[in-house]
């Protein structure tokens, strides 16, 4: 059993599946201790809107990220945040579609697009990079990529679904380099498993770059609905009257968890340590089964099936496991989360 985990709190919901969750990058130990007493100890004052908690949690991720409050913008989970920048981008003033015909938004391929539904709604043309051979964001292409008509440039970093990261410097001299006319969106939601530091500390400089984060994956909270914005004030209050119930569509109790886990460093250090462990184990079992694995700077790794000869994903459904699926045909790539040792050890016995 994880240290951080006393088997009680494990939800009942967890143990009648008997399910072995290893598809969403959910941190298998969270939330945190201090997040576990917040929601607790603060249930009975659900019954107030107690607006004043999200203003508490705004100054905290102010100081956390070196910025001023109105350099940040609250929403339920990041994907909240995602599609009020799609809407940003793609919409006037009073909010009517004012898309032409040749506006676009460039992506690397694979990268995380759940969230684009919305900018292909309203009209966007996605342009979609490919890769470098080693699975790495191709910045140079991505930057030749972007035209004119380019409203937005999203980098996800490290990237979903291959686990690699771009240079801080790197990133830094991209951004630079992309016109003030385009938004470049940082997403930052896996930087809490790398020594990298956050972009946050250039959004006053940088007016057009958006940086989004959550609190879904190392602060475990992903079914709490937490994330948010930080940029320039101009962009936080354009995003800002996209949202109706702006910094609310956070329940109370969520934003009172993410409060206190903000001030969970030892939880947050465990959880980075215990992730670099298993995914350690977990590369080596794997390679030692033919599986190219990509050097990953996050809380899954992507490896591919090529040279797998057994039917995995029946393996996986057979032992009650809830992996991935294949991003690139070609060179049968999959994802698969970090979940905790036991668990790791199951999945590599299936498929063995
Ligand atoms: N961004 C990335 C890169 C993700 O992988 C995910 C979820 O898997 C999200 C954003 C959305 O997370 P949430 O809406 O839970 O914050």
Request: with cysteine.
């Amino acid at each position: 059993a994880s240290p951080l985990v006393s088997e009680n709190l494990i939800t009942s919901f967890e143990t009648d599946t008997n399910l072995i969750f290893l598809r969403s990058n959910e941190n298998p130990y969270g939330p945190s201790p201090l997040a576990r007493k917040a929601f607790v100890d603060n249930a009975n004052i659900s019954n107030r809107y107690n607006w004043d908690v999200a203003t508490q949690l705004i100054s905290d991720l102010a100081k956390k990220n070196s910025v001023k409050d109105e350099n940040i913008l609250l929403g339920a989970g990041s994907t909240e945040i995602l599609d009020l920048v799609a809407k940003f981008v793609s919409l006037g003033k009073g909010h009517e579609p004012k898309v032409t015909g040749s506006a676009n938004y460039v992506i690397a391929d694979p990268s995380y697009d759940y969230w684009t539904v919305t900018l292909d709604n309203l009209g966007l043309t996605k342009n979609k990079v490919p890769l470098t051979t080693d699975k790495k964001i191709n910045l140079q292409a991505m930057q030749e990529a972007v035209n004119n008509d380019t409203k937005l440039v999203y980098i996800c970093n490290p990237n979903n679904p291959t686990g690699t990261i771009c240079e801080r410097e790197a990133l830094v001299e991209f951004v630079t380099k992309i016109s003030q006319n385009t938004i470049v969106l940082i997403d930052e939601a896996y930087l809490d498993f790398t020594k990298q530091q956050s972009l946050s500390n250039i959004v006053n400089d940088k007016k057009n770059i958006i940086i989004v984060k959550t609190f879904s994956k190392m602060y475990g909270l992903a079914g709490a609905r937490i994330g948010y914005a930080i940029a320039d004030k101009t962009i936080i209050d354009n995003l800002t009257n996209l949202q109706s119930n702006t910094n609310n569509s956070v329940s109370v109790l969520s934003k009172l968890a993410a409060i206190a886990s903000l001030k969970d460093d030892k939880f947050v250090s465990n959880c980075y340590l215990l992730n670099e462990n298993v995914r350690q184990y977990t590369i080596s079992e794997l390679k030692k089964l033919n599986c190219e694995c990509i050097s990953s700077n996050t809380n899954f790794i992507y490896f591919s099936l090529s040279n797998y000869n057994k039917d995995y994903f029946k393996l996986l459904e057979n032992n009650n496991i809830e992996g991935g699926r294949i991003y690139e045909e070609q060179g049968k790539w999959t994802r698969i989360t970090i979940g905790k040792m036991d668990e790791m050890k199951k999945f590599i016995q299936a498929i063995q």
